[in-house]
């Protein structure tokens, strides 16, 4: 190239810079700035006075003043003040990850050095998990004083620094070592263009009900702070591989204002949910066939002038867990209370093991009634809340577990609920890939039986939309095996089959004392119980009208998970019906009662009271194990030890009979271990009524 030439490309090249403004030049909204476009600058500017209202009231409504701040960055995007807001916004919204790029383009276009500046920068890069970039600005950022400034800003404090920098240590360490999981999301049958979360199962994932902020019908209201649609709650049904399209409960359960999900009692019929009113309290609806109640307000010893944000039950029924930001007991924050809805005791706070000096939310509790999730600000988070999972054991709650990455991110991981088996997880998160806001996300935990493997193509976060690979070094991580079995089915008329409503009453036969009660559905027949293992359960199905039916479930401390289906036709009092009695229990080879047959006689006995008039004949029978006479011999003592029991406790000895038929009626094939068992057993049959 001749120095000429040289000399024509940089005066070309001068020429050209002088023509246009720099890249990184910060550019104001003045008439000097855009000479050829005043009605552009007219418009932006309408738009920045418009945005400027919302973002400085008090409170700020950075949703409302974000589209307006947007309008004004599309006509004139290299403005640094600007970028700032816009930045700010995000940070305030479900979206926070979207503020990384604004507040970078502000510090390229005006480099600040002042603390506001660096720490919504390492906000920024914090949210998006960029750990050591992040660190580094709040070590730029410095304590601003306390309480808010003169422009309605809270203040930066050191506190509050050192636990930002403590936060993304955390998350690096995290980080290192990510669980193996799949993160899918919900999909479009759940998830909308708008914010949904607070996801509720039952326990057999049959059912999920969960909030949203989607426009519920034409015209639907908007929360005048914030800007969004109020909360409304919505059902999916799961269909095998995915869930059916959300529809709104409706009346009375969906009001004007805000409604939203809280806790679901394991067999799906009982669901708290949180009303604003008077500062944010608890209520309780129950379905009643297909048609939920009127919810009502769960009581002073749970609802106070404070904030009640989240709640569960626990999986008997007898106890409520639930959060609030009450100042007396309070450790800082909002805490996890428990109270006994039976009781007259206060709530107890579940103690400085779990609540934190910052904020607990979200406590689910699984239907084991061993283990708790709930999400927390503090402990070692990686920012925001994370979800923690504590254990119950001697008597007390378990140091909480960070569940770890991807599961947390350094933004606002909640409201995390499970299926009774562990297996499976769900909770809403802002990821991006969502369909809006913040979405619905199924967790499924993979076990341990697969070995450490480097794989190129990792699938951590599988979304439907935007699947997220990496190549990391995966560690297996234990499923979370929750010892439980679900038992579910019907209750229907023998002779009908129609549904019948019945009481379900959950007894420990060992100590004889009735644990919990429940009801199958009105309409469906449908019911749920969660059996925790470690128990002799006695599960007694009865309705009025009806004689009583008896299941054992004798579960070792040890017992896996396990879902049980058993549809259970109630007969009625009628001559020649023959009734199973389940929870009589003698030694092998003996007719002695053993003390856990305690409780079913005693219904047994009351049956008879109550029916002054009725007969009947108790029979035994057993496996074809062992010689014939001598099965017929026992079969026949242990009837006659019930009729003895019996009419020791005030039974007339004229209605009762005892029969004993040996190996000569079985019920099921003597060729398994199970069909013996079931031939192995106690029965009572009408004779006279």
């Not at 936060?167 to 993160?183: A, D, I, S, T």
């Not at 867990?321 to 996890?336: A, C, L, Q, T």
Request: hydrophobic share 35%; charged share 25%; proline share 5%.
């Amino acid at each position: 190239m001749t120095d000429y030439l040289r000399v024509v490309l940089v005066i070309a090249g001068v020429a050209l810079a002088l023509g246009r403004p720099a890249a990184a030049q910060n550019i104001l909204f003045a008439k000097d700035q855009f000479p050829d476009d005043k009605d552009g600058l007219k418009s932006a500017q309408r738009e920045l006075k418009a945005g400027d209202e919302d973002y400085h009231a008090d409170p700020a409504r950075y949703t409302l003043a974000l589209p307006h701040y947007l309008a004004a960055q599309e006509f004139n995007p290299n403005n640094a003040e600007l970028n700032v807001k816009i930045g700010d916004c995000y940070l305030h919204s479900g979206t926070k990850a979207l503020a990384l790029s604004y507040l970078e383009r502000a510090q390229k276009l005006a480099p600040a050095n002042d603390a506001r500046t660096h720490y919504q920068l390492g906000q920024a890069l914090h949210i998006n998990a960029k750990w050591v970039a992040a660190i580094k600005e709040y070590q730029l950022s410095a304590p601003t004083g306390s309480g808010k400034g003169a422009d309605g800003e809270f203040a930066i404090t050191s506190d509050d620094l050192a636990r930002r920098v403590r936060e993304c240590r955390n998350g690096q360490e995290l980080q290192k070592h990510p669980v193996r999981v799949f993160v899918d999301n919900a999909g479009p049958e759940v998830n909308s263009a708008y914010s949904d979360y607070g996801p509720l199962v039952s326990a057999d994932e049959a059912t999920m009900l969960f909030t949203s902020r989607r426009p519920a019908a034409a015209g639907a209201a908007k929360d005048p702070v914030g800007g969004e649609y109020f909360e409304d709650i919505y059902q999916a049904a799961w269909q095998g591989k995915k869930w059916t399209a959300a529809a709104s409960l409706g009346p009375p359960v969906n009001t004007k204002g805000h409604d939203a999900t809280v806790a679901l009692a394991p067999d799906g019929q009982r669901l708290i949910l949180y009303v604003d009113d008077e500062g944010g309290n608890l209520h309780e609806s129950e379905l009643r066939g297909s048609t939920w109640s009127k919810p009502a307000d769960l009581g002073k010893r749970v609802n106070t002038k404070a904030h009640e944000s989240s709640a569960a039950y626990s999986p008997d029924g007898r106890y409520v867990y639930f959060v609030s930001d009450k100042p007396e007991g309070g450790r800082g924050g909002h805490d996890i209370y428990r109270v006994e809805v039976a009781g007259k005791k206060p709530a107890e706070n579940l103690g400085s093991v779990i609540n934190t000096s910052y904020g607990e939310e979200a406590v689910f509790v699984m239907p084991d009634g061993k283990t708790m999730y709930f999400s927390s600000e503090g402990h070692n988070s990686m920012g925001g809340y994370d979800i923690f999972k504590s254990v119950y054991k001697d008597g007390k709650w378990g140091e909480p577990e960070n569940l770890g990455w991807p599961i947390n991110t350094p933004d606002d991981d909640v409201f995390f609920v499970t299926s009774a088996s562990g297996r499976h997880g769900y909770y809403s998160s802002a990821r991006a890939g969502g369909l809006g806001g913040k979405d619905i996300y199924r967790i499924t935990f993979l076990g341990p039986e697969k070995p450490p493997v480097l794989s190129e193509e990792n699938q951590l976060l599988a979304s439907r939309l935007a699947p997220i690979t990496q190549t990391v070094l995966a560690p297996t991580v234990a499923v979370a095996t929750a010892q439980v079995t679900i038992l579910k089915g019907t209750v229907t008329d023998d002779l009908t089959k129609l549904p019948v409503e019945a009481l379900i009453d959950l007894i420990d036969n060992k100590t004889g004392q009735s644990i919990a009660t429940f009801h199958s559905n009105a309409t469906s027949g449908r019911y749920l119980v969660s059996l925790p293992s470690g128990t002799n359960y006695g599960i007694v199905v009865r309705q009025e009208g009806y004689l009583f039916h008896s299941e054992n479930f004798d579960l070792p401390a040890d017992a896996a998970y396990a879902e049980v289906t058993k549809d259970i036709p109630l007969k009625k009092l009628e001559v020649g019906v023959v009734i199973v009695l389940s929870n009589i229990f003698f030694d092998t080879g003996k007719a002695t009662l053993r003390p856990e047959s305690t409780a079913e006689l005693e219904r047994l006995q009351k049956l008879l009271t109550d029916q002054p008039t009725l007969k009947l004949e108790m029979a035994g029978h057993t496996d074809n194990v062992g010689k014939p006479a001598a099965n017929q011999d026992l079969s026949q003592r242990r009837a006659q030890a019930v009729v003895t029991y019996l009419t020791q406790h005030g039974i007339a000895p004229d209605r009762l009979a005892a029969a004993g038929y040996g190996d000569t009626r079985p019920v099921s094939s003597n060729d398994t271990k199970l069909g013996r068992q079931l031939n192995r057993r106690t029965e009572f049959k009408v004779t006279g009524k």
